[in-house]
């Protein structure tokens, strides 16, 4: 019979181009197996023609292609999440065809005579048909079952495979990305499972800046998870291409690891210190997998992204997964071919304006002007937005954005914060340095933004490209990512759910600030208080929990502190049905937002909404790793009012349950005695509260050279927080960009005894990094005694 019309193939019977019938994951996997000598685990996989014969046998198509029927908007998180449910249950409903559940039952067995057991553990794995391509990855997209043992309950994990065909997130990529859902049919993989006493991944490329001469490997002791999830910091190995070399060792201590306990449980279990700090790997086991990296790179003609394990029963190393590299594949690519897409190219360096270099990096495009916020709907993929300042309803738009230049505002305005999350270039307060952008730019003109430097030029440039990483000091030591622990942990700002996954391999502790209102504006785009009129308030609860769902899943088990909504008046007037429900504030900034809207009669319903989303995420979905922090709390009164509300809705501190408060206030610092009281720690909200200690608008731009974090008389109530927090057994973290962009501070912050620190994805890496010196620095001076004056010295 032809392979297409199989029930199931073994792996040596597959190879790359048999991605229609077995998937990205499956083909792969049968390519390595048929077509090298690379040692992959036996198995063998369920065909797209055994998902189709399922769903056609049982009638599911026509039920599925009316569900997928009643999907209107898919920007509609509630009405995408009731309709994926739905389809996930269909397929869970019904009865696998006899003859289909035969297949898989003789296939087991015949994997137990490889393996010589009569009923292995086994991995199962789903494999969709467009999966692990590098132009089109849907990597993650479905789901992956451990330790599965029986034909009983391999059939029952094969069925959920297909039923994670349909999550909320694949549903939604696929409608992105234009694929036909009952197109994409599901392969499931029954693998042999490998019991790791070492695992990790291996790059045939550095993901950090596209250097394709060396292997990268990553290992740590244990079962690869707790690599894959950041758990550990793994060794890394640098090992050159051409003569197998090991250039460079990175060893970092292990104190855990994740091990398999008979009857295919896991647990996590300490590691010997000796061990720990001991090399993971021998080098002939780094030259080995480096040998088989590049012999797969060489099968595959690309960049090849590897996870292997070493068997505890035999030390045998297997090669679990192979797939291609995708950001630098693409990034290769594109660089090499010649598009017609640009306009025309210049050298001549002409300049349009100049501003602050809020967000590094420089990119060529098409300007795209706003003057009025009514006019963002307008605002295209790939264009660079130009526009006076931006606000929290903007974000859909800037998501889209090449590049941002505004105006007005600073290192702190709503455009940095967001455009260093995102990732893009961004120039801000261009007015005050000369003209303004919305008045020099035109409407669609082809301009070349410089955010590393601050200047927008005229047309696009030639050498327009990404700005390289500055390069090594002389006589220094280049090891790729190499993050060494910290005492002070560093966590990282977050508001977009979306970008949690892209974020979440990061060496960050958590998430130490998740801002709702980005939810708001991204999803639910309507007033509280207009959902409650309107009879919808589920509507807040469940938009709120998924999109906060997203960001536990995503880094789990590794805390997440969601920080309340912290909307201004006139940022909630901005919201559908808005106008009815808010006031006019002649300054909004200080005047009806955060802990005084939680008890105020006028909004006390919409909190008891948000404190039900937070409870949905941490009792229905499980997700415990979520915690809570109260923003602009003005008084003690207040922080006794919001809590007290809180446990009427079911949100308590406890042992596992955290509740922090944002230390914005100078009355927060000055009352920490007794705010101590309601709460288990404070995050320092460096922007406001260098503002109100210097009585200076952080946005105003006339008066943003006296703001600064650094200053005496804010760097004296950060460290009488920490003392007094201190004293009463509270932790004390400051979120915003001052530590990574002054050292001096960061050190300050280190000597004053600060628990942690939470920063913009884009300076995590380099914040960890420079923790980690000073913490290294403080020891040295401790133990020869130099630098105790320092230490106590408020001025360094």
């Known amino acids: 019979m032809e392979k297409e019309k199989e029930y199931l193939l073994w792996f040596e019977q597959m190879e790359r181009k048999d991605v229609a019938i077995v998937g990205g994951k499956s083909s792969s996997l049968g390519e390595m197996t048929a077509k090298t000598d690379v040692p992959v685990p036996y198995g063998y996989a369920t065909t797209a023609y055994a998902y189709r014969y399922f769903i056609e046998k049982t009638g599911l198509k026509e039920k599925m292609a009316a569900l997928i029927g009643q999907i209107t908007d898919v920007e509609n998180t509630a009405q995408l999440r009731d309709i994926s449910a739905k389809l996930r249950k269909a397929i869970m409903d019904e009865e696998m065809p006899k003859d289909l559940q035969a297949a898989i039952t003789k296939a087991y067995k015949e994997l137990g005579k490889k393996v010589g057991e009569k009923e292995p553990y086994v991995a199962v794995r789903s494999s969709a048909t467009a999966e692990d391509l590098p132009d089109a990855s849907f990597a993650g997209q479905q789901d992956t079952y451990l330790n599965v043992q029986g034909a009983k309950m391999i059939i029952q994990k094969v069925k959920e495979c297909y039923a994670s065909c349909f999550t909320d997130r694949a549903v939604y990529y696929r409608e992105k990305q234009g694929f036909d859902h009952l197109d994409v049919a599901l392969s499931a993989v029954i693998q042999m499972m490998v019991y790791s006493k070492a695992a990790g991944v291996m790059f045939t490329v550095n993901v950090a800046n596209g250097e394709d001469k060396n292997v990268l490997i990553e290992g740590a002791y244990g079962l690869g998870e707790y690599v894959v999830q950041g758990t550990v910091t793994p060794d890394d190995y640098l090992v050159s291409k051409d003569k ?64 292997w394990g070493i068997d505890e029963r035999d030390g045998k190393i297997w090669i679990l997964q192979a797939r291609p590299e995708t950001v630098w594949s693409r990034r290769k690519a594109k660089e090499t071919a010649k598009t017609e897409e640009k306009g025309a190219v210049t050298t001549d360096r002409k300049v349009i304006v100049k501003g602050a270099p809020a967000s590094p990096g420089q990119v060529s495009g098409k300007a795209h002007v706003i003057l009025d916020p009514s006019m963002i709907d307008e605002f295209k993929q790939g264009e660079i937005l130009v526009t006076e300042m931006t606000a929290p309803d903007w974000v859909p738009a800037m998501k889209k954005a090449k590049a941002i230049v505004t105006d007005s505002g600073g290192m702190t305005c709503h455009a940095s914060i967001v455009s260093r999350e995102l990732g893009i270039p961004c120039i801000v307060g261009c007015k005050s340095r000369g003209a303004a952008a919305t008045a020099s730019i035109a409407n669609g003109a082809d301009i070349t933004v410089d955010a590393t430097h601050g200047v927008v030029y005229e047309g696009i440039l030639e050498e327009a490209k990404p700005a390289a990483a500055a390069p090594a000091a002389a006589g220094t030591t280049v090891t790729a990512e190499f993050f060494p622990p910290t005492g002070t942990k560093i966590y990282m700002n977050l508001g977009d759910p979306e970008l949690a996954e892209k974020y979440a391999s990061l060496p960050c502790d958590g998430i130490g600030l998740m801002r709702e209102e980005f939810i708001w504006t991204t999803y639910i785009h309507e007033h509280p208080l207009y959902l409650i009129k309107t009879g919808h308030p589920e509507k807040v609860v469940d938009q709120l929990a998924e999109g906060i769902r997203q960001v536990c899943q995503a880094m789990a088990p590794r805390p997440v502190t969601l920080r309340f909504s912290d909307f201004k008046s006139s940022e909630y007037r901005d919201l559908k049905g808005g106008d009815e429900f808010e006031p006019y504030e002649p300054s909004a900034l200080l005047g009806w937002r955060g802990a005084s809207r939680y008890y105020d009669p006028k909004y006390i319903e919409a909190f008891k909404l948000e404190c039900q989303a937070v409870r949905k995420v941490r009792e229905e979905f499980g997700l415990k790793n979520l915690n809570v922090m109260i923003p602009f709390c003005r008084n003690i009164d207040e922080a006794r009012k919001v809590t007290g509300i809180m446990a009427e809705q079911g949100l308590a501190r406890g042992k596992d349950f955290k509740v922090w408060l944002m230390a914005e206030i100078p009355s927060n610092i000055i009352l920490a005695d007794q705010f101590n009281e309601f709460v288990d720690g404070y995050s320092i909200g460096s922007n406001d509260l260098t503002m109100l200690i210097l009585g200076c608008d952080r946005d105003n731009d006339t008066v943003s050279h006296i703001y600064d974090e650094r200053n005496l008389a804010v760097r004296r109530a950060v460290r009488h927080l920490i003392e007094v927090a201190h004293k009463a057994g509270k932790t004390v973290s400051i979120c915003g960009q001052a530590p990574s962009v002054y050292p001096e501070f960061c050190e300050f912050l280190i000597k004053s005894g600060i628990d942690s620190m939470s920063v913009n994805p884009d300076t995590v890496k380099f914040t960890k990094k420079l923790a980690a010196h000073i913490e290294q620095r403080i020891l040295l001076d401790s133990l020869t005694g130099r630098g105790r004056q320092e230490a106590e010295n408020l001025d360094w």
């Open 244 to 307: 197998l070399e090991i250039l460079e060792k990175t060893v970092n201590p292990q104190e855990i690891k994740l091990i398999r306990k008979p009857g295919g449980d896991v647990e996590e279990v300490p590691v010997p210190k000796e061990e720990g700090e001991a090399q993971k790997l021998t080098d002939e086991q780094i030259k080995e997998l480096a040998g088989y990296a590049i012999k797969i790179e060489k099968h595959y003609g690309c960049y090849m992204d590897m996870e």
